[in-house]
């Protein structure tokens, strides 16, 4: 990543950019200014349903706070299994801290992948690690979207397509070809990198320069090297693994994302009651969220997330949806940025000038 002569390379310049505090401003801007005009805009808005935060259960509340600790230690733990024990705890920490608000900055699309790289390089981990610990993870994220998504094929999302046509909302046309696209675009980007991670990535590199050979395709054919070249770094860092370092890998995996989900569901809990059914519902309801926000263009999803919680929650939340869908955002996505805020200064400390506070 970094130059013999001391410069930086593009990669390292961008992730030095996207780790700037001054980033933080606009999903703020965005996602408040959304929250303000979705509430006002209705003419049921009264600021008295601020106050109904009073009426939580806070037992619940305190549910869906330990569902999100649990969801980072799982992040933490991961990532130090990935890298077999070669980060420390704190380092572990600091990675995924900021490697949440890379991803808080930057569009969903995008994510914070060229961040992490750039952390687990900082942390001491070699360049074919880093790429690979960062791929793996991506992938496994994935397998657990494609794995949740595909019960669509059995039906189980079709009540909550009916639900949301039958509310009238804007999104209600697209959803259903939006949720196949997703599904079947993530599907084939991660039987690809599978193949070319664990298969033959010597051939995916082959296959990406001959198809970058290619008229107008000539002009990204360094850049498709390159990432050819960075698959080949990964594959060999990876060779050797366990079946029970997978394994451990897959179930980190998956309590992180039912911990995560499970946030949304106590946050509701806390102010109205809800069936088991309700729970799968508001399940299935997260999940077509994080289908439309994998296209959204804003840092983090900012706007589209409390767009979308609004439309698809107030049915059942009532005049609870302003104060749940704050809380929400507040513990799953600002809480992040004030952490960046709070850790970026103390990790470059430690990394860059050997210090720690």
């Known amino acids: 990543m970094t130059s013999n002569d001391g410069g930086m390379k593009p990669n390292e310049e961008r992730a030095f950019k996207t780790l ?13 200014s959304i929250v303000f005009y979705l509430f006002t805009s209705g003419g049921n808005f009264e600021l ?3 106050y109904l935060i009073r009426r939580a259960d806070w037992r619940c509340l305190l549910l869906a706070f330990l ?15 990935l890298a077999n024990k070669e980060l420390s705890w704190q380092s572990s920490f600091y990675i995924i801290i900021l490697w949440e608000f890379a991803a808080a900055v930057t569009p969903s699309v995008i994510g914070g992948g060229v961040v992490a790289i750039f952390l687990l390089l900082k942390e001491g981990i070699s360049l074919g690690k880093s790429l690979a610990y960062v791929i793996v993870t991506s992938i496994f994220d994935n397998l657990f979207f494609i794995s949740a998504t595909a019960l669509g094929f059995w039906g189980v999302y079709e009540p909550i397509f009916s639900s949301i046509s039958d509310l009238n909302i804007s999104i209600s046309s697209g959803l259903k070809p939006l949720f196949w696209l997703s599904h079947t675009l993530v599907l084939t980007y991660t039987l690809i990198m599978l193949g ?19 008229g107008f395709l000539k002009r990204w054919q360094r850049a498709a090297q390159r990432q050819g070249d960075e698959l080949i770094l990964a594959s060999k860092a ?9 394994l451990q890998v897959g179930c980190i995996t998956l309590i992180t994302w039912i911990a995560r989900y499970l946030v949304v569901n106590m946050i509701m809990a806390a102010y109205v009651d809800l069936s088991f059914v309700d729970h ?23 706007g589209m997330a409390e767009f979308l919680y609004k439309q698809l929650y107030e049915g059942i939340l009532g005049n609870y949806t302003l104060i749940t869908n704050l809380l929400w955002r507040i513990l799953t996505y600002y809480v992040y940025l004030i952490l960046g805020v709070i850790y ?12 720690d506070q």
């Open 20 to 32: 700037h505090i001054r980033r933080i401003w606009l999903p703020v801007v965005i996602g408040i």
């Open 48 to 50: 008295t349903h601020l």
């Open 67 to 81: 569902f999100i600790v649990v969801r980072d230690l799982g992040y933490i733990y991961r990532i130090r299994v």
């Open 196 to 214: 070319a991670l664990f298969g033959r990535p010597k051939l995916f590199r082959w296959i990406l320069l001959r198809i970058t050979s290619i």
């Open 238 to 246: 990876l060779q050797g693994r366990s079946p029970s370092y997978w």
């Open 280 to 302: 799968l519902m508001i399940l299935g309801k997260q999940i077509m969220t994080w289908t439309v926000m994998m296209f959204t263009p804003t840092p983090g999803g900012s």
């Open 344 to 355: 970026l200064p103390r990790w470059l400390r430690k990394v860059l000038i050997g210090q």
